[in-house]
């Protein structure tokens, strides 16, 4: 029997990620079909028309216009001040809540995630998500001494289940003096769903129910999609609800720079906090500097003086912000085109609003995807369901698939 060197913590650590599993597959079927005949939907990045990678072309230019010192110097342990400034102001964009503001740079949007559980989660505590979510949040609890349970995220009609959510928040306070729940919102990854305003009425008339019981709340938007979820303004209105709630709420929001930017292997993020309390806020930057220096000591500098420059300079902002408007286009053209394909076969898709993903319900997610491959599809297999990625397929190659889902969905028993 072979000896386990690892601690007793980490031996049965194992990452199983269905996404780089269909990947190797669909990368299989190119070299045996051609990619000209394949449909790749299973890369979370926007891919051009030519199936090639898609860049803003001013991000390359101011990036590569920095300085070499700007590539190779240290950054602060909490990020550039000036990065943290426009990270929160593109943010809120126009809808900065009244309160407190605090910052971290992160590593990527992850990182502000990571960050949040290992600060605001007791040791054996429950997170709360919703059941079609992004299966690293499940990764960080686990690897920090927590879980993910889930609420329904969708009712019968496909709307926000208000009663689930209420439900599931008032058995874990039951148990839990605290709670961190995570929504990622707009354009939540993997259905492309957004929350309503209502929606969000019903969210924070829960909490502070709980708040104003004593128990403490921390409310994590994950915000990584919000880019490519509508008009900026509009897609971040829900923001302004978040003025002035109880000092026992604490929202926080992942900021990422790898969709809006392009910028996914640069891993550059921030995790931006809010609170009625100051003291909240000053404890919230102490504790997240900390945490920063012990996981990954700073950010990369380069990236944080990229957003910089892009959002203090009014001409190289606008030409970013048409290039990352046309990308935007370009992907919800894409998942406008399953949708209306959907609806017209009859496949049970859920709600999209927009984002890189949508998806599919399915009681053997991963027998579809095998059938799908017979089409020479590569979808990701999700516990609940099959998900599409609107943001690597083709316009061209879209048209057709939702009814080929819908047949290898009738195929099974």
């Not at 426009?86 to 990182?111: E, Q």
């Not at 999609?225 to 900026?232: R, S, T």
């Not at 048409?322 to 406008?336: I, K, N, S, T």
Request: aromatic share 10%; glycine share 6%; charged share 20%.
């Amino acid at each position: 029997m072979a000896i386990q060197m690892a601690a007793s913590h980490a031996a049965s650590r194992r990452l199983k990620d269905a996404i780089f599993g269909a990947a190797a597959a669909c990368r299989a079927a190119i070299v045996e079909h051609g990619e000209e005949r394949v449909v790749n939907a299973t890369i979370g990045a926007v891919m051009d028309d030519a199936g090639k990678l898609a860049h803003l072309p001013t991000v390359e230019r101011v990036f590569r216009s920095l300085p070499i010192e700007d590539y190779i110097a240290y950054a602060p342990i909490s990020g550039l001040p000036e990065y943290l400034e426009a990270a929160i102001d593109i943010t809120f964009a126009g809808n900065r809540p009244a309160g407190y503001l605090g910052a971290l740079a992160t590593a990527g949007g992850t990182g502000a995630l990571r960050t949040a559980v290992d600060n605001y989660v007791e040791k054996g505590d429950q997170v709360l998500t919703s059941d079609w979510f992004w299966g690293t949040y499940n990764v960080i609890c686990q690897e920090l001494g927590s879980s993910v349970t889930n609420f329904q995220l969708f009712d019968e009609l496909n709307n926000f289940n208000h009663t689930a959510f209420a439900a599931s928040v008032d058995a874990l306070l039951k148990k839990q003096e605290s709670l961190l729940i995570i929504l990622n919102t707009p354009a939540h990854n993997p259905t492309g769903y957004s929350l309503s305003s209502e929606d969000w009425d019903h969210v924070l008339d829960c909490v502070k129910k709980h708040a104003a019981a004593g128990k403490k709340i921390h409310l994590l938007v994950d915000i990584a999609y919000i880019d490519f979820a509508g008009e900026k303004h509009e897609a971040r209105a829900f923001m302004q609800k978040f003025s002035n709630l109880p000092e026992n709420i604490l929202t926080l929001f992942a900021f990422s720079m790898s969709k809006a930017y392009t910028f996914y292997g640069q891993r550059c993020g921030a995790l931006i906090a809010l609170s009625s309390s100051k003291a909240v806020i000053d404890e919230f930057g102490e504790i997240s500097k900390y945490a920063a220096r012990a996981t990954w000591s700073n950010i990369n500098r380069g990236a944080m003086t990229l957003l910089t420059r892009i959002q203090q300079d009014k001409t190289s902002y606008a030409s970013y912000e048409a290039e990352r408007d046309a990308l935007y286009h370009l992907v919800q053209e894409r998942g406008d085109i399953f949708m209306q394909e959907a609806a017209q076969c009859g496949l049970p898709a859920l709600p999209y609003k927009g984002g890189f993903f949508l998806a599919i319900p399915a009681a053997d997610p991963q027998a579809v995807c095998n059938l799908l491959h017979e089409d020479l599809i590569f979808a990701v297999p999700l516990k609940m369901g099959v998900r599409i990625a609107a943001c690597s397929v083709p316009k061209t190659k879209m048209c057709g698939i939702a009814e080929k889902v819908k047949h290898a969905m009738d195929k099974m028993p």
